[in-house]
Structure formats: structure tokens, C-alpha cells
């Protein structure tokens, strides 16, 4: 019980891990293309965003159920990826 209490802690800090710095970059990176995509496709930023926030949640979603197993929810992970996607999308409309 003690490490579930624990595991569900970790979903909620965002630089809990040892390697949380490279872990941002790579899920920044990671959604990027999306923000990209979305922008090239004429969405404003703020919808490319809730989109990309949307389907991060999703994942996260589906992590925390145990699909894939392995894996692991992360309040970082959907913050990383919606940013990433933000990013993608301004640098479009700029």
C-alpha cells in the first residue's frame, strides 16, 4: 500500500525524477510536430493547444490504467507535451 501511496505522489510533482530536465526537453520535442501541424492547418494556438492537451491527457489517462504496462501517468508529462505543442504553433503564427 505504502508504494502505491508513493507511486501516486510522483504523478503530481513535475521534477521528481532524477533525469526531469531531459524528460521535459524529449516530451517538448516529442509534440512539437503537432503544435506545427495544427498551426500549418490554420488552427489558432489555443485550439492547437487543447488539442494537444487533450490527446497528452489521454495517454496519461490510459498510463495511469496500466496501458502500456510499464508505463507510467505524469502531471509533467501532460504539462511537457502541452507546451511543446504550444510551442509548435507559435512558432507558426509568428
Same mark, same amino acid.
Given at each position: 500500500?505504502?508504494?502505491? !501511496?508513493? /507511486?501516486?505522489?510522483? !504523478? +503530481? $510533482?513535475?521534477? $521528481?525524477? #532524477?533525469?526531469?530536465?531531459? @524528460?521535459?526537453?524529449? /516530451? !517538448?520535442?516529442?509534440?512539437? #510536430?503537432? %503544435?506545427?501541424?495544427?498551426?500549418?492547418?490554420?488552427? *489558432?494556438?489555443? *485550439?492547437?493547444?487543447?488539442?494537444?492537451? %487533450?490527446?497528452?491527457?489521454?495517454?496519461?489517462?490510459? &498510463?495511469?490504467?496500466?496501458?502500456?504496462?510499464? *508505463?507510467?501517468?505524469?502531471?509533467? @508529462? +501532460?504539462?511537457? /507535451?502541452?507546451? %511543446?505543442?504550444?510551442? %509548435?504553433? +507559435?512558432?507558426?503564427? &509568428?
Amino acid at each position: 500500500a505504502s508504494e502505491a !501511496v508513493a /507511486n501516486s505522489a510522483t !504523478v +503530481w $510533482c513535475l521534477t $521528481c525524477s #532524477p533525469i526531469w530536465l531531459a @524528460d521535459a526537453i524529449s /516530451n !517538448v520535442i516529442l509534440f512539437l #510536430p503537432l %503544435g506545427v501541424v495544427t498551426g500549418v492547418l490554420g488552427l *489558432r494556438t489555443s *485550439r492547437a493547444v487543447l488539442i494537444g492537451a %487533450g490527446l497528452s491527457l489521454g495517454i496519461e489517462i490510459l &498510463q495511469l490504467s496500466g496501458v502500456p504496462s510499464g *508505463r507510467s501517468a505524469s502531471l509533467a @508529462d +501532460w504539462v511537457t /507535451n502541452s507546451a %511543446g505543442v504550444f510551442l %509548435g504553433a +507559435w512558432a507558426v503564427h &509568428q
